[in-house]
């Protein structure tokens, strides 16, 4: 009991990577959020944890959102920004704020205010009760979004996910907790065109999930819309392995054992049943 109370009072340290496209109306706000948690806190389970530093990803979006993070980095030493020479998407900036990062641990959030900095003394007390290294937080109401894109976000973390991995991880969230030497290593080592958490699956054993709220964005518009949503899709399609190449390998074996039976039975059935066997039996074939 007296080891379990030390490791509760140990302080640890927190990295937060806000991966930034249309940040120039939110990014002032989560920073003051954020601010308390610069001091040492205790999280609702009593552990003890301080973030460090805030790093800022430019990733070029089109609303000027660099002179915002410049702003912030002048006022708040505890700001760090990293600059990506063109936009290359929220995973590929995410794994570059985390090969920035110096903490013990990382928090990944987004720009637009729908996750609460306050949950995080939630998920630092999910990984210890869990002994987690990876935590995803797991909203408890719906997002605030369009039921198109819902649909779609279900769509694919429910069905195609299961398809394209082993599906033992099909909760993921961009609001996440994780090692912070794990972070490092993966990001040294992917790609930019990696869905990060799939490439977290392939190191990360342990996975826990940590109840949230979220909230309605604080921007005026979505910086997801189609053509990001489907560029996240087919990352995730790119970075699943072999496992889409061997469902098309057994849809072509499939159609080809099916295609042999249908020209045997049209053949079988004009010669002994006297079927009339017209165009369409040799094109099916």
């Known amino acids: 009991m007296e080891s379990?109370?030390?490791?509760?009072?140990?302080?640890?340290?927190?990295?937060?990577?806000?991966?930034?496209?249309?940040?120039?109306?939110?990014?002032?706000?989560?920073?003051?959020?954020?601010?308390?948690?610069?001091?040492?806190?205790?999280?609702?389970?009593?552990?003890?944890?301080?973030?460090?530093?805030?790093?800022?990803v430019n990733d070029c979006g089109p609303d000027g959102?660099?002179?915002?993070?410049?702003?912030?980095?002048?006022?708040?030493?505890?700001?760090?920004?990293?600059?990506?020479?063109?936009?290359?998407?929220?995973?590929?900036?995410?794994?570059?704020?985390?090969?920035?990062?110096?903490?013990?641990?990382?928090?990944?959030i987004d720009e637009d205010g729908q996750q609460?900095?306050?949950?995080?003394?939630?998920?630092?007390?999910?990984?210890?009760?869990?002994?987690?290294?990876?935590?995803?937080?797991?909203?408890?109401?719906?997002?605030?979004?369009?039921?198109?894109?819902?649909?779609?976000?279900?769509?694919?973390?429910?069905?195609?996910?299961?398809?394209?991995t082993d599906g033992t991880h099909n909760n993921f969230n961009s609001f996440r907790l994780?090692?912070?030497?794990?972070?490092?290593?993966?990001?040294?080592?992917v790609g930019d065109g990696v869905y990060l958490d799939v490439a977290l699956t392939w190191i990360v054993q342990n996975v826990a999930q940590c109840p949230v709220q979220l909230r309605e964005e604080t921007r005026d518009n979505s910086g997801y819309g189609f053509r990001q949503l489907s560029s996240h899709f087919w990352r995730?399609?790119?970075?699943?392995?072999?496992r889409p190449l061997r469902i098309v390998g057994l849809l072509g074996i499939t159609s080809f054992i099916v295609g042999i039976i249908a020209a045997i039975t049209i053949v079988i059935g004009k010669f002994n049943y006297g079927y009339a066997v017209s165009g369409w039996a040799s094109l099916l074939a």
């Open 236 to 242: 995730l399609v790119l970075s699943a392995g072999t």
């Open 178 to 189: 994780v090692s912070g030497s794990i972070g490092r290593t993966l990001a040294a080592y």
């Open 4 to 56: 379990e109370i030390e490791s509760s009072r140990i302080q640890h340290s927190v990295s937060v990577v806000v991966p930034v496209y249309l940040g120039s109306q939110t990014l002032s706000t989560l920073i003051e959020e954020i601010r308390p948690f610069v001091s040492p806190t205790l999280s609702p389970e009593g552990i003890e944890f301080q973030v460090k530093e805030v790093v800022l």
């Open 116 to 164: 609460n900095p306050n949950d995080f003394g939630k998920l630092l007390d999910t990984a210890a009760a869990n002994d987690a290294s990876l935590v995803y937080a797991k909203p408890i109401n719906r997002p605030p979004h369009g039921i198109i894109r819902n649909t779609l976000s279900w769509l694919v973390k429910n069905t195609l996910f299961r398809l394209l």
């Open 65 to 108: 959102s660099e002179h915002t993070i410049r702003e912030l980095a002048l006022k708040n030493d505890w700001v760090k920004p990293v600059w990506l020479s063109k936009n290359y998407g929220q995973h590929a900036a995410t794994l570059a704020g985390m090969a920035a990062t110096t903490s013990e641990w990382i928090i990944t």
